[in-house]
């Protein structure tokens, strides 16, 4: 680690999961600790032997101690690293060439001492996260072609059926082709909360199955699943460096020659006009002294940390230059669709007229919809429940209006209102757009039946989350292409005052641009539609973008899970890393400028400025690993949403004519089992019906 620390060499590559397997799990067993416990040993039993016993005991300490860094040393320099390890080596050559044999192993004890310190704080921070592998089971059974076999993960192929046992780890990404269950997602989403899962639900590697059985349809091999993913995209993003960590580097890389100049001048300008003995000697403790590896640490350790802690809580950080960016934030632009709503659209509502009922309006409408892929369509044979529906024929679309068919052979419409007369059901149209829902109007044989409200519900967190955002002095912004109408009623309810409607993905990037007029700026979107949104803001974080590689490279930040309130902590967590950085930057920067005076004038010896020199790295790589702490990330309580989800699996499914007539009253929330994501809140095809 020697020459690591400044910058010079290439150990910001991707270890390779035998070199992570080999962290150590204890200071014991790394080897810098081990040769520098032994020299200690010998440096002690020095002081109480006479004669030439100590001198020789002070050359054995000074070689065990200098083995950890003086091979490595020469190494860099054949390549042409010139790293601390080498100020170190010339240093502690010096002091054995004028006799001072116990400087030399102290010198070789102390620097062994911090660069163990150094090499085993990196790699824990680092396998802790690739140990996130680790909760790939060693074994996956496994069917194909008929035949069941228990094999390595590493053995899968895509298309293979997965057989995942009650409490067993899911091996890779995939499909579930059968069984229903909940799963413990919380390792890859950073949610404590399990979700239900049943055919056609997508489930990633890592995941603890609940009490259910499951056979899933591998989409992904163990090289290239979520997990796999993952600890790639972290890896790289430590590559990824913030200005703090280019200031650090640029000041650490030209001082290791810097100071082998300033050396030789002391050592050449202190000869002539004294005691060239005295002046070389203060020459090597200035080499010591104004040792940048503490400096070229400062902040690497600390964005290894921070990532680390984040990715565990569910938040993808990439880089130091990421964190940064998060920590300055000061205006919170939020896409309403798959952001601020669940992009999951549910019935909540259904009016009638007067000699109609409800259920009756829903089956006509569902047998209408039976054959469509529209999100809406879900909702409605969602809400008509699991009765025997035949669907209708003739069913066709009238672009930007609706449908037409047969349904038991008489004549039906549904669709926007204008398309189908609202007639008497106009106040109760206009009363559920105002509350934010597409309505879509239902006849039969020229009769008015009723109509069906339909709207992406809001987030239950998601007004948690913008009074946390508003408690950290963030200004929060809506920006959607939804309807004003909508849009107003899901900005009330989160509690946003600035809403802006009816956007394309040009308008979101524009005002992304104008807001930066406000300060740094974070746009919040899937990381698909939102793209040039995300590009432009300073900070571009995907919601919920698990298991997606374009949300993931979209943005500079993702949100692995569905909750809204790790937003505000992503904030909360990249401030106080980047206080850290700020620490270390001046506590590094203010020992290297007290030492170095200190040496040149003779005031402090070869030994003190060693202890003094390590001491301010280990307070560095200390205080670094500060900004690993999960203060800023806590455990959330259960979501409601996801408690509704959990209870609607384990309840017998009740017909929709015992429900209540209003089946769900507006600014309430509800998952429905089944619901096919899509997109929602408005944005609709030709042929769904709705007025926008």
């Known amino acids: 680690m020697a020459d690591a620390c400044c910058g010079t060499d290439t150990s910001t590559r991707t270890p390779s999961a035998a070199e992570s397997a080999a962290a150590p799990a204890a200071v014991r067993q790394v080897r810098e600790f081990q040769a520098a416990a032994a020299a200690g040993v010998l440096l002690l039993s020095a002081l109480f032997l006479p004669g030439p016993w100590d001198t020789a005991l002070e ?4 070689v065990v101690g200098a ?3 003086v091979p490595g040393t020469l190494r860099g320099l054949v390549r042409g690293v010139l790293g601390v390890g080498l100020l170190m080596t010339i240093a502690a050559v010096g002091a054995v060439v004028s006799g001072e044999y116990g400087e030399a192993a102290t010198l070789a004890f102390l620097f062994s001492v911090a660069e163990g310190l150094e090499g085993y704080a990196v790699a824990r921070t680092q396998h802790g996260l690739r140990a996130l592998l680790d909760l790939v089971p060693a074994t996956a059974v496994m069917r194909r072609h008929g035949v069941t076999t228990e094999v390595p993960p590493s053995d899968l192929r895509v298309g293979d059926t997965l057989l995942v046992k009650p409490g067993e780890r899911i091996a890779t990404d995939g499909v579930v082709s059968s069984g229903r269950s909940a799963l413990d997602t919380s390792v890859v989403t950073g949610e ?8 056609g639900a997508e489930v990633f590697a890592g995941c603890v199955n609940g009490a259910g059985a499951l056979e899933i349809t591998v989409t992904a091999t163990a090289e290239d699943n979520s997990l796999a993913r993952l600890v790639h995209i972290v890896h790289e993003a430590q590559d990824r460096k913030g200005s703090s960590q280019r200031l650090a580097e640029g000041f650490a890389r030209p001082l290791v020659p810097g100071v082998l100049v300033l050396a030789a001048l002391v050592a050449g300008l202190g000869s002539l006009f004294g005691d060239p003995g005295v002046w070389i000697g203060r020459s090597l403790v200035v080499l010591v002294a104004a040792a940048p590896c503490a400096f070229a640490l400062s902040v690497p350790v600390a964005v290894v940390a921070a990532i680390g802690a984040a990715s ?3 938040i993808l950080v990439k880089g130091g230059a990421a964190v940064e960016a998060l920590g300055k934030v000061k205006v919170v632009a939020l896409d309403k669709t798959g952001t601020l709503t669940r992009n999951e659209p549910v019935v909540i509502d259904v009016v009638t007229t007067h000699d109609t009922d409800r259920s009756h309006v829903l089956d006509v409408a569902a047998a209408l919809e039976a054959r469509s892929e529209h999100p809406l369509a879900a909702a409605v044979l969602t809400a008509a429940g699991d009765r025997a529906l035949t669907p209708g024929t003739d069913v066709a679309a009238v672009p930007g209006n609706g449908l037409t068919g047969m349904v038991d052979g008489r004549n039906a419409r549904l669709g926007k209102p204008g398309f189908v007369d609202p007639g008497a059901l106009t106040p109760d149209v206009q009363r559920l ?8 109007l239902v006849e039969r044989d020229g009769k008015l039946l009723g109509a069906v409200a339909v709207r992406d519900e809001i987030r239950p967190e998601a007004a948690e989350a913008v009074k946390a ?3 950290q002095g963030v200004k929060v912004v809506m920006l959607t292409g939804d309807n004003a109408r909508t849009a107003a009623a899901i900005g009330a309810a989160a509690g946003i005052d600035d809403v802006r409607a009816e956007l394309l993905p040009q308008d979101k990037a524009r005002i992304v641009t104008e807001l930066q007029a406000l300060g740094p700026v974070a746009m919040v979107g899937d990381g698909i539609n939102d793209a040039p949104a995300l590009a432009t803001a300073d900070a571009g974080i995907a ?6 590689d374009v949300a993931i490279e979209a943005a500079d930040t993702a949100l692995m899970g569905e909750d809204l309130r790790r937003l505000p902590d992503a904030f909360a967590h990249a401030r106080a890393a980047h206080r850290v950085f700020t ?5 590094s920067g203010g020992i290297l400028l007290a030492l170095v005076p200190l040496a040149g004038t003779g005031v402090l010896g070869l030994a003190a400025v060693v202890a003094g020199h390590e001491l301010a790295e280990v307070l560095v790589i200390g205080n670094g690993i500060r900004a690993g702490r999960r203060k800023n990330l806590p455990a959330h309580a259960p979501l409601r949403a996801a408690v509704a989800r959990h209870a609607a699996a384990t309840t017998v499914p009740v017909a929709p004519a015992a429900l209540p007539l209003r089946l769900l009253p507006p600014g309430r929330d509800l998952i429905p089992i089944g619901a096919a994501p899509g997109n929602a809140g408005g944005c609709c095809s030709d042929s769904c019906g709705c007025e926008d």
């Open 433 to 440: 757009q105002d509350e934010g829902a597409t309505v879509v």
């Open 67 to 69: 083995a950890t860094f």
């Open 192 to 199: 404590s909360v399990p979700v239900e899962v049943g055919p």
């Open 543 to 548: 919601m919920g973008a698990m298991g997606s």
């Open 469 to 471: 955002l508003r408690a």
């Open 312 to 314: 565990k809580a569910g």
């Open 59 to 62: 050359l054995a300490a000074l």
């Open 583 to 587: 620490q270390n930057l001046l506590l």
